[in-house]
């Protein structure tokens, strides 16, 4: 397996790893908030956030959670996309509750959810089972002990790991 020094080496060599898969990709534009209106200081901020500013997943593409979820789905799991799906949509097909479910703390709405869809991804559990689940945003932010939010970034939480050219 191939290592790399920096993040811009390993978004690159993961940029074109994706490119060869020929399937259906989504960009996901992170929202990105806080008091900090200094451009310098507010980017060296938020590029210490696990979630980029842009992220691009294909079908079929190998991804590894950013954010601990729950017991079994924690940060480093991996798994691999499905496919999109509108949230409404995926909640009538599986009866799968959104606001009691992973990933969904508040960051979507049904109101909010129908022109937008996310990955549905299969995870490889530590005990060898799979896990299909909807990642949704989450958000990181960064606090003052008043409370008052420095940055904050609302992203998917995950992140391309070894996008391989085969599904």
């Known amino acids: 397996m191939l290592s790399f020094p920096r993040r811009e080496d390993v978004d690159k060599s993961n940029g074109q790893r994706m490119q ?3 399937t259906e990709e989504l960009k996901f ?36 959670l950013i954010k601990n979820v729950d017991e079994q789905l924690v940060n480093g799991t991996m798994g691999r ?3 999109f799906i509108d949230p409404t ?18 960051a979507i709405s049904k109101k909010s959810s129908n022109s937008v869809r996310y990955p549905e991804v299969e995870f490889s559990l530590a005990n060898g089972e799979r896990r299909n689940v909807l990642v949704t945003p ?4 960064v606090e003052l002990p008043s409370g008052e939010t420095q940055v904050s970034r609302t992203q ?11 599904i």
């Open 20 to 22: 060869r898969l020929l």
């Open 138 to 141: 989450e958000r990181w932010k």
């Open 156 to 166: 998917v939480i995950l992140s391309c790991f070894r996008c391989l050219g085969y």
């Open 81 to 83: 996309v499905k496919r």
């Open 29 to 64: 534009l992170s929202s990105d908030g806080g008091t900090i209106t200094d451009p310098d200081q507010r980017t060296k901020m938020l590029s210490n956030f696990m979630a980029p500013r842009e992220l691009r997943l294909r079908v079929g593409a190998q991804v590894m």
């Open 89 to 106: 949509s995926y909640t009538t097909e599986t009866g799968y509750d959104l606001a009691n479910g992973i990933g969904a703390t508040g």
